[in-house]
């Protein structure tokens, strides 16, 4: 997986505390397929939602890194991942007693390999979608116009 350099600094959690809004960091997996930008979807391990490649800060990595680890895990993609974010979504995360508010941070991540085997692979389902499919199976309206908007030539 390829980092687009810009001096982004690597976390540090030592000493982080839990707040009431917990800080996700997300990928937005895309690649251009006969002139088009397709997006890859995944499933939600309980809910079989559509959603994109989400997860918690890593101690001594970036935030793009970050979501491009969580591109690999959950979806089996590698690539380009841009070290400036996309934009930002909210969600409530289902936890074990309730949810709590989640701040996603998407960072765009150019596909240049697709696994047939990765870490995650029995709990979820991935797909690839056009554009308008892609935002109308999000069920977050945040994400779908961030999909809907996205312009890899911009990156």
Known sequence: MTLHKSG???????GAHKSDV??????????????????????SRNAGRWIIPKGWPMDGTTPAKAAATEAFEEAGLEGKVHAQSLGVFTYEKE???G???????????????????????RQRRRKWFSRKKAAARISNLELQQMILKFDPTQL
């Open 8 to 14: 982004q600094p690597r976390m540090k959690l030592d």
């Open 22 to 43: 917990r800080t996700q960091f997300a990928a937005l997996c895309y690649r251009i397929h006969n002139g088009k930008v397709e997006f890859c979807l995944i499933t």
């Open 95 to 97: 936890i074990t007693d």
């Open 99 to 121: 949810t709590t508010p989640c701040l996603a941070i998407v960072y765009a991540l150019r596909v240049k390999t697709v696994l047939s085997d990765w870490p995650e692979r």
